[in-house]
């Protein structure tokens, strides 16, 4: 079982940046592939990004490339989301999730733990 507590939501003006942070407790973090997924009011969760077991690989969704950047950091048990450039249409509640495995592209469809997810807003 994996525990994940997600933190440094708030709310932001358009332009500003933001970094999400996702501690995990539980079974070895480094055995998991971990990702960000978002929600905004009234539509379905999409996938953000996710990184690698070591942190040397990561895949981000074509809307986030540029802006947001996912790292971790095994010794802390924690993955990062750094955002800028936010967006009105960022604003949206982040989970954080984990997956057993190697191929990240599976978290697409197929998540073991969420979080339970922070609110970023974003105001024009």
């Known amino acids: 079982q994996v525990q994940l507590v997600e933190s440094g939501g708030g709310l932001v003006q358009a332009g500003d940046s933001l970094r999400l942070s996702c501690a995990a407790s539980?079974?070895?973090?480094?055995?998991?592939?971990m990702g960000w997924f978002r929600q905004a009011p009234g539509k379905e969760r999409e996938f953000v990004a996710a990184?690698?077991?070591?942190?040397?690989?990561?895949v981000y969704a074509d809307s986030m490339k540029g802006r947001f950047t996912i790292s971790r950091d095994n010794a802390k048990n924690t993955v990062y989301l750094q955002m800028n450039s936010l967006k009105y249409e960022d604003t949206a509640v982040y989970y954080c999730?984990?997956?057993?495995?190697?191929?990240?592209?599976?978290?697409?469809?197929?998540?073991?733990?969420w979080g339970q997810g922070t609110q970023v807003t974003v105001s024009s």
């Open positions: 990184i690698s077991r070591s942190g040397g690989s990561t």
């Open positions: 539980g079974r070895t973090f480094s055995s998991y592939i």
């Open positions: 999730a984990a997956r057993e495995g190697i191929i990240m592209t599976a978290m697409y469809s197929s998540v073991d733990y």
